[in-house]
């Protein structure tokens, strides 16, 4: 009898490694204090301590891990910490640029004191609309006006006189005409009559003309000395202008200007305005409600920057409260335009205009001198907000510029704000696979972001640590206002965090995840009348949640029952085993039996994956399949052809199939049908093997073996249903207690196994067999008959070699 | 001194318009009918009768050809202008109105005019004999003299003082709140004792009224001598009240 290499069934304590609440010495979480620190992420913890800590260029964080760690939160706990020790950064205002008008100044001020500077020019402005025209009104200014007036007008009127005085003299009158002058000769003080003039003799009548003649050209050139004259005048009532208002347009500025006097840019700022002001005093003539423009009788709506003193206005970008510390912006839709900032415009008389008073604050503007926090996902998302945000991080400035002027789409004149230091420190939140990416694909990350803070999925289970876990739940639970728990339900929760894990032995630390248990928990309890969560509440709340996305499964469930999906779960069949494969729906992962056949005949193609050849197999499933072929191979073929073709099925799988974690039970399927060794349709299995017949670990074991537990638990439990398991997920168990208390009630059981032998032998029920001193598989066992099987296999395809192809009605290179 | 008919003596001279505006607020504020006088000249047909009649445009100093009947148009279009002007001022102010055409000398023409009226009004281009030989036919006329856009200035009263205070001040005050802004009042008078007298008068019935106005006394009632003082002071419109008291009306 050949010898058995069985393994024993495991016992029901190491299915599950429950948490014992008699282990904590508190009788609720109120007992408990508050945890402050983060559990379990103390590499993270120091990489953003580190990151937030170092002031130099590059020495941005990215925070990866998935979702629902508690990234944001960690981060922004520590962001907070460092931001009220750091100085407030300056306020922010654009400010006219009268140099040139289409490139807005910036302008920065201390913290908190933008707002009164725009106040104090806004007042500056009222009191110069009051000041000026009451300068104008003057009698001063009157008669001085006046005088430069008359000085024109006689200096014209006495020139134009002068060639009257002139012709005069030479018996020649200056006649004013309709539009202009003209000459004619005069007899006794009067205008000559035509009839008079016709009696001169013909040299007196020539001499007249060429006298008239000469004082026109006297007369043309006086004319054309007026424009001169008035272009004088103009300037000499500019310059009146200057002086009447000089003193109360400089006295108010001066004023301000003592005001910012530890400002040099706001006094130069003011040094400008008050020089503009002079030189455009008309505009402060104007009243205050003047009649509104219009156009073929249509009002046109005059913005306030729009009209001539919009000017003199602050736009006040950024304003710190004083004492506020350094900020920190989480931007949650970080676009182009929402993180550099933009240039909105009005529409008027049907074009699109803007001004300096239109450029509006981005998420970069509002962080600078602390903290931004973006998704690494969203900015990628979003068009052209990656580069705006390396741009920017690279060159230190923020640039306002719109997505039509960086990319040259549109030609209208907008304005070119004047750009402002980029001075902050970016934190990118992001899943690990972002942070990759972006190193393998973008030369610049590196350089920008430095400091990785890399977040752990869970952490080692043991006594302190189910301590630490259940200050957390305690802080959770004060944070969130929730009941406190009492210790089963925090061993229940111990357990749960295990199992989210994957691993008896760690815990997970998904915080949101943990806290959504809680809320939920809380509510069953709040339910149940109680003001303390027990470990019932808790278990409601599991039950509750997997029965709200447990839909598919039941389907699935229900079809097998009815015999719609074939899963057998007792009797024996030849190249048949049950498969077990994980479903993951959204957040819910189920477990269920796959019926796996093998079918075996003479030729020479090997293993052929069915799913691969249907285009429904991925790759790494494919890989397992071709491991198969070596391991047959290997084992029974070193010295022969492996003349075999097999082929390979997930039987009423229409949806595809990844993973290796078949491969296992799929070469059992085709051991037993070389073989010809039925077996245990009671027995599902689950792990991958390879070249060496060495069973694999898998994931999702918990969800696997639950999965054929309960079709068999529906079905009834015989006693003789179990699952194969590879020996070394044996420490990630944490199965349901009802599976356990199956398992120790003797109806259910999971059997570790190491090598494809021992798996075989629990499915067929036959001695696998190993290789005696003559290196042969003893009789009756499955590896005899396999190499029996193919050794047959072979001889009959050496016998068909022999036979000329003509006979075989094949021939070479002709087309079929 | 009662105002009722005032004259305006217009022609083609852009001084005419202020002088036509100056007249018709004077009329809304005294309640008088305005009689508009627009003067074609007949120097000014003569030249347009002449074989070689040019003129140079007045900005653009370019030499046109006259025609008579381009002129007879273009005096007409002046009328018509004026026409509409006094439509324009008289009719908010409910000033009953009328406007001749003649041919003449325009300083005769309105010298023939103004002897039936109470105020004269002209517009010269500057202060000279010619405004003293206008005023010597109404009992007041107001000369406008350029200057700027607006219709108000400092207005200038010359008052004889053999006409009473009483009178020359009410009209004085009359005028400026028509068209002034700043009154003076020049008092003429070869005797300084009667001149101080008549302006300490005059002082005392403007601190009644309430209203300001600077009081200086001037000797000689020539043109020359008034001009010193119209230098200094830039007058936009000088009122001239005549030597000679009206009769009482």
Known sequence: MPKSRAVPPLEPHALRRACDPASFSFATTEELEDFAEVLGQSRAVEAIRFGVGIERDGYNLYAMGPEGIGRHTIVRRHLEQRATQRPTPPDWCYVFNFEAPDQPRAMSLPAGSVGRFRDDLARLVEDLRTGIPSAFETDEYRTRLQEIESEFEKRHEGAIEAVGAKAKDQGIALVRTPSGFGFAPLRKDKVMSPDEFHALSEARQKKVQDAIGGLEVELAKVIQEVPKMRREAQHKVRELNRQVIGATVTGLIEELKAVYVALPPVVAYLGQVNEDVLNHAEYFRHPKEGEQRTLFGIPIPEPEAESPLGRYQVNVLIEHAADAGAPIVYEDNPTHDNLVGRVEHVAQMGTLVTNFMLIKAGAFHRANGGYLVLDALKVLQQPFAWEALKRAMRSREIRTESLGQMLSLVSTVGLKPEPIAFDQKVVLVGERIFYYLLQAYDPEFPELFKVAADFEEDIERGPESDLLYARVIATIARRNELRALDRTAVARLVEQGARAAGDAGKLSVAMQDLTDMLRESDYFAGGAGRKVVEAADVDRAIEARESRQSRIRERLREEMRKGTLLIDTEGERTGQVNGLSVVQLGEFAFGMPSRITARVRLGSGGVVDIEREAELGGPLHSKGVMILSGFLAGRYAMDKPLSLAATLVFEQNYGGVEGDSASCAELCALLSALADAPLRQSIAMTGSVNQHGDVQAIGGVNEKIEGFYDLCATRGLTGTQGVVIPAANARHLMLRRDVVDAVAAGKFSVHPVETVDQALEILSGIPSGERDASGRFPAATVNFRVERRLAAFAERLGSFAAVPLARRGLRRGKPR | ?249
């Open chain 2, 1 to 249: 001194m009662k105002i009722r008919r005032i004259v305006v003596g217009l022609d083609i001279a852009p001084h005419s318009r202020s002088a036509l505006a100056a007249a018709a607020a004077l009329a809304g504020e005294l309640g008088a009918e305005l009689e508009a006088l627009f003067v074609e000249s007949d120097e000014l047909h003569r030249l347009a009768g002449l074989p070689f009649a040019r003129e140079l445009g007045h900005s653009s100093a370019s030499a046109r050809r006259i025609d008579p009947a381009a002129l007879e148009r273009s005096l007409r279009a002046h009328a018509d202008e004026a026409r509409r002007a006094l439509t324009a001022l008289a009719g908010p102010r409910a000033v009953r109105w009328s406007l001749r055409v003649t041919r003449g000398s325009v300083t005769e023409e309105v010298r023939a005019a103004a002897t039936g009226a109470d105020l004269t009004v002209v517009g010269i281009s500057r202060w000279g004999p010619e405004a003293m030989r206008l005023a010597q036919e109404a009992p007041v006329t107001l000369v406008v003299l350029p200057g700027g856009g607006s219709a108000r200035g400092p207005l200038v009263v010359i008052c004889p003082v053999t006409v009473a205070p009483e009178p020359a001040v009410s009209l004085a005050c009359s005028l400026a709140r028509a068209i002034g802004e700043g009154l003076t009042i020049l008092a003429v008078g070869d005797d300084v004792e009667e001149a101080a007298r008549w302006c300490a008068g005059a002082a005392s019935l403007l601190a009644r009224l309430g209203r300001k106005a600077s009081l200086e006394i001037v000797r000689d009632w020539q043109a020359e001598a008034l001009a010193v003082a119209l230098e200094r002071l830039a007058p936009r419109a000088v009122a001239i009240v005549a030597p000679t008291p009206p009769a009482a009306g």
